[in-house]
T-cell receptor, first 115, second 113 residues
Framework: QKEVEQNSGPLSVPEGAIASLNCTYS??????FFWYRQYSGKSPELIMS????GDKEDGRFTAQLNKASQYVSLLIRDSQPSDSATYLC???????????????FGKGTHLIIQP | DAGVTQSPTHLIKTRGQQVTLRCSPI?????VSWYQQVLGQGPQFIFQ???????GRGNFPDRFSARQFPNYSSELNVNALLLGDSALYLC????????????FGQGTRLTVV
């Protein structure tokens, strides 16, 4: 059973501070890692993808991947009230049939940015 | 460019009925995946299609089926609806199949009564 674990929160962060979101996954064969943002009542929106160990930065967002520890994180710098949302961690693992079993999601972390 | 489009946006069905949900991927994308999201949970993978062939299937009963058409659009069918099928059904498209970035449509909110 492939699992992705996230702290459901809520995680409350003051405006302007750094928000740190964490995720662990169970399948060592996982190859692709993603962070999605989901506002209440809306569909998930892709924020970051990361495929190799290390950091990847895009604007105020930094994704970090450590495959040895099976750990993925997302840092949001200069947090804004508009960043308040649920953040979903997702991984992809290949299946034995030469395809992929799609994205396996965590339950998401509810982030609240306090003005 | 148009993103992923799904129809209908909302749907109410009665237990035992059948439903068909539709999805058009981003232009140029050849892979479509379907997900079910119930309140408070992350989306759960149902199917992935790439180049009109099924490439992955999640842990859903045979009441769920899907197909992809030559223009890469897709349909998800659910037969013999149960109350527990009430959820947000999401379609995602990817440029190619395995492991690439997936972009979601706005979803179809299905309510089974």
């Amino acid at each position: 059973q492939k699992e992705v674990e996230q702290n459901s929160g809520p995680l409350s962060v003051p405006e302007g501070a750094i928000a740190s979101l964490n995720c662990t996954y169970s399948d060592r064969g996982s190859q692709s890692f993603f962070w999605y943002r989901q506002y209440s009542g809306k569909s998930p929106e892709l924020i970051m993808s990361i495929y190799s160990n290390g950091d990847k930065e895009d604007g105020r967002f930094t994704a970090q991947l450590n495959k040895a520890s099976q750990y993925v994180s997302l840092l949001i710098r200069d947090s804004q009230p508009s960043d308040s949302a649920t953040y979903l961690c997702a991984v992809i693992s290949p299946n034995s049939g030469g395809g992929a079993d799609g994205l396996t999601f965590g339950k998401g972390t509810h982030l609240i940015i306090q003005p | 460019d148009a993103g992923v489009t799904q129809s209908p946006t909302h749907l109410i069905k009665t237990r035992g009925q059948q439903v068909t949900l539709r999805c058009s991927p981003i232009s140029g994308h050849k892979s479509v995946s379907w997900y079910q999201q119930v309140l408070g949970q992350g989306p759960q993978f149902i199917f992935q299609y790439y180049e009109k062939e099924e490439r992955g299937r999640g842990n859903f009963p045979d009441r769920f089926s899907a197909r992809q058409f030559p223009n890469y659009s897709s349909e998800l069918n659910v037969n013999a609806l149960l109350l527990g099928d009430s959820a947000l059904y999401l379609c995602a498209s990817s440029l190619v199949g395995l492991g690439t970035e997936a972009f979601f449509g706005q979803g179809t909110r299905l309510t089974v009564v």
